[in-house]
């Protein structure tokens, strides 16, 4: 079975307004695509409105989570004991940037991207739980030596391909989120935690499990094949319509 999302789209100023950019630096980024680093070049648009450029919103998130800020180009974190343990707010600031909120952005819409916590604490109460997720000081020196900025540095690997999911496997067996994401057809992880995030695959929004007894997985959403394939089959109805002013076919 092969399936397509159905693109949000967007434009300079609306991708601008979401990265604190001027339009004019959506389109310098374009315009400037060829001198770009290989496998940093902006997506190209996937329509056009009067003479507006339209992006895909996803595919231009996706970018922009995998571009260093010009600010943090050559950023030296402090010196710290390499096994002492930060939560999210902590490891945010030791990364440099001004977000407090960036290391839980990374793991809640972009899975895979940022390095699987080290210690995960249960806390609170049966009727209250929350987790508390902690890093050690050095798999963020790790992470922050190799994450992709513009272009790949020495020794950095890329994004492990999506799995081989079978669609005719039993309709009740959870899956994560790299399996449905290749059974919705995206293209990477990324692009499909992005989209969802947007509220882009609304049968998705309720999970039917989370993973216990699963090392680092521990808490990651979970859910049935047969929901995983009845939102693609949503989303390859509503496929046909939303690009029909395009100028993409649907396969």
């Known amino acids: 079975m092969t399936s397509r999302r159905e693109p949000r789209l967007a434009d300079a100023a609306q991708i601008a307004a979401e990265h604190d950019l001027t339009p004019a630096r959506i389109s310098s980024l374009y315009t400037s695509r ?17 003479r507006a450029r339209l992006w895909d919103h996803a595919e231009v998130t996706e970018w922009f989570a995998h571009r260093t800020p010009t600010r943090l180009k050559g950023y030296k974190p402090p010196a710290r004991d390499p096994q002492e343990l930060l939560n999210a707010a902590e490891a945010s600031r030791f990364l440099g940037y001004k977000n407090p909120n960036q ?11 940022f390095p699987d916590p080290d ?6 109460t049966p009727d209250n739980p929350y987790r508390r997720q902690q890093w050690r000081v050095q798999t963020l020196l790790n992470w922050l030596e190799s994450r992709p900025g513009r272009g790949r540095r020495a ?9 081989d999911v079978p ?4 309709p009740d067996e959870l899956l994560g989120a790299s399996e449905a994401a290749a059974l919705l057809g995206y293209k990477s992880l990324s692009s499909f935690s992005s989209s969802l995030s947007q509220g882009n695959l ?8 989370i993973a216990e007894n699963a090392g680092r997985q521990n808490g990651r959403r979970r859910w049935t094949r047969r929901r995983i394939l009845e939102q693609a089959a949503q989303r390859s109805r509503r496929w046909a319509p939303a690009v029909s002013g395009t100028g993409r076919t649907a396969p």
């Open 202 to 209: 609304p049968l998705l929004k309720t999970t039917d499990g």
């Open 155 to 163: 020794g950095t690997k890329p994004a492990p391909p999506l799995p």
């Open 119 to 124: 210690v995960v604490e249960e806390l609170g």
């Open 103 to 113: 290391v839980t952005t990374f793991v809640r819409d972009h899975p895979g991207y």
């Open 167 to 170: 669609v005719d496997g039993d």
């Open 34 to 50: 060829e001198h770009n680093t290989a496998g940093q070049t902006f997506p190209e648009p996937v329509a056009t409105r009067g």
